[in-house]
Each structure stands twice: as structure tokens, then as C-alpha cells.
């Protein structure tokens, strides 16, 4: 079957404007997380959902980041007036359910640079 | 890859064994995990170890815990350059995101 997948793959920002990312996950699977790889932070977790709620968004790292669930399946990270220190690779992974019990399958990422 | 740490690079011959190590704060954990990234692809479970477990063995991969000194290590035996890829271990702690560390780049050179 088809896996984590996202869009764009590649998108380049000039800094102020507003970006939407796309994840579509594994059909079936109810959790979904955002993570973002960059140089100076390694991978860290952004926000994760269980369904369309989001129990855990202690990782979003100001309050330009938003994130939604619509239907238990797509997902779209919001980064409204972007900053050259959003430029890093944002990756989505789904599981079955949320829980460390359940593995995580990773998309590709989106490579995002603000110029 | 806050409070686990990992060393960032590794290189070494094909043929030899790989010793990938990682420190972790948190023990409450009921798992802790093995990914592999190669370049341009994404983050690939590699394997995991139960809690109460010290050593998993998954064909050529070996993976020893010490709970008491908080460390996991990941050995690949017979190294090969297609193991060439960035390693990452991770420590849910108890919860149901993953913490990363800060990932140990493998370089295997024939």
C-alpha cells in the first residue's frame, strides 16, 4: 500500500510570507506527528494528532505555527511569516494509533528554505 | 535531540563491525528505537528493544541496553557501504512522541 506522503517535496519562501505544508498518511492510521530535521536542532517533535485533536503541541515552536486535521486523515502545517530559521526539512509520520507501542512511518519531508 | 546523545560521526572499513552508542535521560520508557536515514529517502524504523531486554540481535544488527548507565548502542556486524546513512536512536519517554538523538553519520569506505 502507499505511504506517508507530502507536499510539496521542495518549497522556497521568501521571508514574511505564509507556507502550508501537506501530509497524507497511511489509510487507517489515526495518529499523526510533524517533526522538523534542521542543522542546528537536529529532529525535534512539533505537534502530533490523535484523530483531528491534538493532545500534544508542546513542540510548535511559536505561535506562527499551526497545524490541522480535518477528516482524521490530511494534514496541513501552517507557517504564517516565515523566518530564515524556519528553513529546515518538515516531516510527517503516521501510526496505527498514538502511543511509543506503535511504529511511526515516515514521509519524505518537505525541504523548506526562506530566503 | 535534546537530553539524548549520540556521537556524530563514525567511519569504517567494509567488512568491520559499526558501534553506534547513545546516552538517554529518562528511563520510563517501555521501547527504545533504532532509525536509519539514508540520503534523500526518509526516517526508516530500524529496530527496537523492550525495556527489559539487554541485548536484541536482528541478524547482522545487535542491540545491547544498560538501563543502569542509561545506554543504548546499535553494533552492525560486517559493515557494508549500503549501512552508509545517518543512525538515529529514540526514547519516547513514556509518551506517545519520539525524542530523537542527535543522529551519528556512517561513513563506510571500502
Known amino acids: 500500500g502507499a505511504g506517508v506522503s507530502q507536499s510539496p517535496s521542495n518549497k522556497v519562501t521568501e521571508k514574511g510570507k505564509d507556507v502550508e505544508l501537506r501530509c497524507d498518511p497511511i489509510?487507517?492510521?489515526?495518529?499523526l506527528y510533524w517533526y522538523r530535521q534542521s542543522l542546528g536542532q537536529g529532529l525535534e517533535f512539533l505537534i502530533y494528532f490523535q484523530g483531528n485533536s491534538a493532545p500534544d503541541k508542546s513542540g510548535l515552536p511559536s505561535d506562527r505555527f499551526s497545524a490541522e486535521r480535518t477528516g482524521g486523515s490530511v494534514s496541513t502545517l501552517t507557517i504564517q511569516r516565515t523566518q530564515q530559521e524556519d528553513s529546515a526539512v518538515y516531516l510527517c509520520?503516521?501510526?496505527?494509533?498514538?502511543?511509543?507501542?506503535?511504529?511511526?512511518?515516515f514521509g519524505p519531508g518537505t525541504r523548506l528554505t526562506v530566503t | 535531540g535534546e537530553d539524548v546523545e549520540q556521537s556524530l560521526f563514525l567511519s569504517v572499513r567494509e567488512g568491520d563491525s559499526s558501534v553506534i552508542n547513545c546516552t538517554y535521560t529518562?528511563?520510563?520508557?517501555?521501547?527504545l528505537y533504532w532509525y536509519k536515514q539514508e540520503p534523500g529517502a526518509g526516517l526508516q524504523l530500524l529496530t527496537y528493544?523492550?525495556?527489559?531486554?539487554d541485548m536484541k540481535q536482528d541478524q547482522r544488527l545487535t542491540v545491547l541496553l544498560n538501563k543502569k548507565d542509561k545506554h543504548l548502542s546499535l553494533r552492525i556486524a560486517d559493515t557494508q557501504t549500503g549501512d552508509s546513512a545517518i543512525y538515529f536512536c529514540a526514547d519516547p519517554r513514556n509518551t506517545d512522541k519520539l525524542i530523537f538523538g542527535t543522529g551519528t553519520r556512517l561513513q563506510v569506505f571500502p
Open positions: 528493544i523492550f525495556s527489559n531486554m
Open positions: 529518562d528511563s520510563s520508557s517501555t521501547y
Open positions: 489509510s487507517g492510521h489515526t495518529a
Open positions: 509520520a503516521s501510526s496505527l494509533v498514538a502511543g511509543s507501542d506503535y511504529e511511526q512511518y
